[in-house]
Nanobody
Framework: HVQLVESGGVSVQAGGSLRLSCKVS????????MGWYRQAPGNECEWVST???????YYANSVKGRFTISRDSAKNTVYLQMNSLKFEDTGLYYC????????WGQGTQVTVS
């Protein structure tokens, strides 16, 4: 039984930084497809970033160069470091597992003003 619990979402000013965490249970981090998605009010859920079992990372063009996905196997946690935040980064951020994603966390809210 896989469970994902996100944390770290807060309100922040544009230009600031945040680190989101996703605590994973019931699944090894080196299995394929750990990623982050986000949904802004009135918009569809969009993919943000993925880290694969081989450690390779992928990013949406809108966040490339500003966001960094990483994992800590000892803590069974996946992170999303977000720098140079923009207003359009506001949204509910979800951690997801699987390729395609089939297990989702409850989300953590990021608000950039």
């Amino acid at each position: 039984h896989v469970q994902l619990v996100e944390s770290g979402g807060v309100s922040v000013q544009a230009g600031g930084s945040l680190r989101l965490s996703c605590k994973v249970s019931g699944r090894k981090l080196n299995e394929p497809g750990m990623g982050w998605y986000r949904q802004a009010p009135g918009n569809e859920c969009e993919w943000v970033s993925t880290i694969n079992n081989d450690g390779k990372t992928y990013y949406a063009n809108s966040v490339k160069g500003r966001f960094t996905i990483s994992r800590d196997s000892a803590k069974n946690t996946v992170y999303l470091q977000m720098n140079s935040l923009k207003f359009e980064d506001t949204g509910l951020y979800y951690c997801a597992a699987g390729d395609p994603a089939n297990v989702w966390g409850q989300g953590t809210q990021v608000t950039v003003s």
